[in-house]
């Protein structure tokens, strides 16, 4: 069976896919994101978020029919933030989310 263009495509994407899995995610727990999963956004911004964060959301563009945006949602004790993936601070904070167990989960 000759080794075709779209197998290794599709090989290609599930590695990536793995690769940017955090080892901890499936982890029960409380560090489970609690509550019900978050609507998309409809805007993102940049502002820093000083809050503990309990649960990491990310969303692509078209992932809901209404949904035009990519972003991060942020889930804190108040309230659920959505964050522009070019946030500067955003790659840093997500570090941290993940030593600590949270994992964020595609919606």
């Known amino acids: 069976m000759p080794f075709s263009f779209h197998y290794g495509l599709s090989l290609m994407c599930l590695i990536i896919l793995l690769t940017q899995v955090c080892p901890h995610c499936d982890l029960p727990g409380p560090r489970s994101p609690a509550g019900p999963i978050p609507s998309c956004c409809m805007t993102a911004n940049n502002a820093t978020i000083n809050e503990p964060v309990n649960a990491c959301f990310v969303h692509y563009e078209h992932t809901f029919p209404h949904c035009k945006i990519h972003a991060y949602i942020l889930r804190t004790k108040n309230d659920d ?23 964020c989960k595609i919606l």
């Open 81 to 103: 933030r959505c964050v522009d993936p070019t946030a500067w601070w955003l790659q840093q904070r997500l570090k941290k989310l993940e030593a600590r167990g949270i994992c």
